[in-house]
């Protein structure tokens, strides 16, 4: 079993920053593919950005690259999602999630095991 907690969501405006973090505990948490979604209200969870065990592969969702950045410490087991020139449209829950490293795409939802129970983020314009 691993358990996530998702922070470092808020209330900003568009062009602003923010950090997520998701802490992880339980298994090993080097063994897992980590990856970011983000459901928006009224529609579904959509992928945003995934990082492998060893930070070598990264994945990202086209209206969210350039502008974010996954990242993750194995040492801390914390995987991060900067976000950076924010937009409106970015506004939603966002939820950390943990997948087994054996499958071939990361981008969907169903090969995650393990889900944080989100936090919100806020983009005014």
């Known amino acids: 079993q691993v358990r996530l907690v998702e922070s470092g969501g808020g209330l900003v405006q568009a062009g602003g920053s923010l950090r997520l973090s998701c802490a992880a505990s339980g298994r090993t948490f080097s063994r897992y593919v980590m990856g970011w979604f983000l459901r928006a209200p009224g529609k579904e969870r959509e992928f945003v950005a995934a990082i492998n065990w060893r930070g070598e592969d990264l994945y990202y969702s086209d209206s969210v690259k350039g502008r974010f950045t996954i990242s993750r410490d194995n040492a801390k087991n914390t995987v991060y999602l900067q976000m950076n020139i924010l937009k409106p449209e970015d506004t939603a829950v966002y939820y950390c999630?943990?997948?087994?490293?054996?499958?071939?795409?990361?981008?969907?939802?169903?090969?995650?095991?393990?889900w944080g129970q989100g936090t919100q983020v806020t983009v005014s314009s």
């Open positions: 999630a943990a997948a087994e490293a054996i499958y071939s795409d990361y981008t969907r939802a169903y090969v995650y095991d393990y």
